[in-house]
């Protein structure tokens, strides 16, 4: 379990702590709403991580996500891209 450690209100940027203490700063992809839990997407460089936001005694930590999990939150983040796509044009 990781914590984010900053309002999601705020999240642009978001500083995960590993298991060793260490904080790694991410830019913050996309939080989405699915089947009533909260997922962020986010990244550093090119790789795209997935975690689901635990909501428990006013803090936020993040936990792994399930393959099928993931598989639905890749197909939700690639409509909502091209839903913005279409927007623009």
């Not at 550093?44 to 936990?63: A, T, W």
């Not at 993931?70 to 623009?88: C, V």
């Amino acid at each position: 379990m990781r914590q984010i450690n900053q309002p999601k209100e705020n999240l642009q940027t978001i500083f995960v702590q590993d298991e060793n203490g260490s904080e790694t700063e991410y830019e913050v992809d996309a939080v989405i709403e699915m089947e009533n839990k909260e997922y962020v997407l986010y990244s550093s460089g090119h790789k795209l991580k997935m975690k689901r936001i635990l909501h428990e005694d006013g803090d936020e930590f993040l936990l792994d996500v399930s393959e099928e999990e993931m598989s639905k939150l890749i197909s939700a983040y690639q409509e909502a891209i091209s839903e913005e796509t279409k927007e623009i044009h």
